[in-house]
């Protein structure tokens, strides 16, 4: 599976929009970009997912360039609530496959 | 979205008790479960793939007689920690993929502390 890196941690203020930049320079073609949501003593929970061009959802926005080697998880105006670790994986979206998790990124959100 | 329910959310034992860790996808059918551990502050570890009808897959590592995994049902898989230790305390995460949506959901996770 490809490997990711994620920035260890970001800080934003209420209403402002974040964009977190996750690296999969090895991504194979059969590859897709998922990503979750984490809060403390809680299990993942899916965001948004997708393969090339851009994802949007009610949630988020998903960036991926051409060239797939990274890809960039846009949250719209956020709040004190997401706060949160967010995890980027690369996999390939198939029965069996687990995800394999990397260290992921600390939103720290202030007022 | 779909959803994976995992039961109990905590639980406390004594060493050398067995937990029995259940998870349950509530309304799709899923022929692969997957079991993770994680510790705090750190990210979620793969521990075994779980296979309906056949037997669970261990990454390396991981105890397969201490960590017993049963997939009875394509709607449920468990996860029996025996002989627990304190090193065994974590929180445990069950997932699922539903293939309708083609997108892997995680359980709320289970807290074991063992004293």
């Known amino acids: 599976l490809a490997k990711t890196t994620q920035p260890i941690s970001m800080d934003s203020y209420e209403g402002q929009e974040v964009n977190i930049t996750c690296s999969h320079n090895?991504?194979?073609?059969?590859?897709?970009i998922t990503w979750y949501q984490q809060f403390p003593s809680q299990g993942p929970r899916f965001i948004i997912q997708g393969y090339k061009t851009k994802v949007t959802n009610e949630v988020a926005s998903l960036f991926i360039p051409a060239d797939r080697k990274s890809s960039t998880l846009s949250l719209p105006r956020v709040s004190l609530s997401d706060t949160a670790v967010y995890y980027c994986l690369v996999g390939v979206n198939q029965a069996g496959t687990a995800l394999i998790f990397g260290k992921g990124t600390t939103l720290s959100v202030s007022s | 979205g779909a959803v994976v329910s995992q039961h109990p959310s905590w639980v406390i034992c004594k060493s050398g008790t067995s937990v029995k860790i259940e998870c349950r996808s509530l309304?799709?059918?899923?022929?692969?479960m997957f079991w993770y551990r994680q510790f705090p502050k750190q990210s979620l570890m793969l521990m075994a793939t779980?296979?309906?009808?056949?037997?669970?897959?261990?990454e390396q590592g991981v105890e397969k007689d201490k960590f017993l995994i049963n997939h009875a049902s394509l709607t449920l898989s468990t996860l029996t920690v025996t002989s627990a230790h304190p090193e065994d305390s974590s929180f445990y995460i069950c997932?699922?993929?539903?293939?309708?949506?083609?997108?892997?959901?995680f359980g709320a996770g289970t807290r074991l502390s063992v004293l």
């Open positions: 090895n991504i194979a073609t059969n590859d897709y």
């Open positions: 997932s699922a993929r539903d293939s309708r949506l083609d997108i892997q959901y």
């Open positions: 309304d799709f059918q899923a022929t692969t």
């Open positions: 779980s296979n309906e009808g056949s037997k669970a897959t261990y």
